[in-house]
């Protein structure tokens, strides 16, 4: 059965730190995504990676980086934690345009 | 600039009714529909998807509709059931002819569907 996993599923962490959250995939796709989720919103787009070292913004940057290192795994990283990045964090795989595998997500919650 | 719409933040369905739910898209360019179904603290699994040469789409009990000429797409499950409770995201393919596969989600509806 493929798979996208992603490390945490609830995470506590405090305003101004870095925090990583890791996926990893075990289909060989080419491209990763990392959204959030938040009511009334639904899913937004945060980064997008179609390469290994390839990525790209997608409409909610601002706040967040990505790493592409290896072609399983797809991290995103806020590089200081505030308090309106508390939200789902859902990771997702595809291949071309086949739709997308998600992960189980990681509600993250910044105080 | 909100590309996929779903208007309806919420529906309430009896059980064994119909359930339709519904998304509008503004960009004539998306050639793929997908709706995706998502549990609580669980990450979205896919439902059913359509073609734009398509105009229906049938899966047991989930049929989707397209509706191009009024860039409108709807969902009908039937007959419902408890389990189908869950938040329903609509999703178009952003990005044309190229292969990166990015998805343009609307903001979700949830159904509920009573005993």
């Known amino acids: 059965d493929v798979k996208v996993t992603q490390s945490s599923r609830y995470l506590v962490k405090r305003t101004g730190e870095k925090v990583f959250l890791e996926c990893v995939q075990d289909?060989?796709?080419?491209?990763m995504f990392w959204y959030r989720q938040d009511p009334g919103l639904g899913l937004r787009l945060i980064y997008f990676?179609?390469?290994?070292?390839?990525?790209e913004k997608g409409d909610i940057p601002e706040g967040y980086s990505v790493s592409r290192e290896k072609k399983e795994r797809f991290s995103l990283i806020l590089e200081s934690a505030s308090t309106n990045q508390t939200s789902m964090y859902l990771c997702?795989?595809?291949?071309?345009?086949?739709?997308?595998?998600f992960g189980s997500g990681t509600r993250l919650t910044v105080v | 600039d909100q590309q996929v719409k779903q208007n309806s933040p919420s529906l309430s369905v009896q059980e064994g009714r119909i359930s339709i739910l519904n998304c509008d898209y503004t960009?004539?360019?998306?050639?793929?529909f997908l709706w995706y179904k998502k549990y609580p603290a669980e990450g979205p699994t896919f439902l059913i998807s359509?073609?734009?040469?398509?105009d229906k789409n049938e899966d047991g009990r989930f049929t989707v509709f397209l509706n191009k000429s009024a860039k409108h797409l709807s969902l009908h499950i039937v007959p419902s059931q408890p389990g189908d409770s869950a938040v329903y995201f609509c999703?178009?393919?952003?990005?044309?002819?190229?292969?990166?596969?990015?998805?343009?989600f609307g903001q979700g509806t949830t159904l509920q569907v009573k005993p």
């Open positions: 997702a795989s595809s291949f071309r345009n086949y739709g997308y595998t």
């Open positions: 289909m060989d796709h080419e491209n």
């Open positions: 990676s179609y390469d290994v070292k390839m990525k």
């Open positions: 960009n004539s360019m998306f050639d793929y």
């Open positions: 359509i073609s734009s040469i398509k």
């Open positions: 999703a178009a393919n952003g990005d044309g002819s190229s292969n990166t596969g990015k998805l343009i």
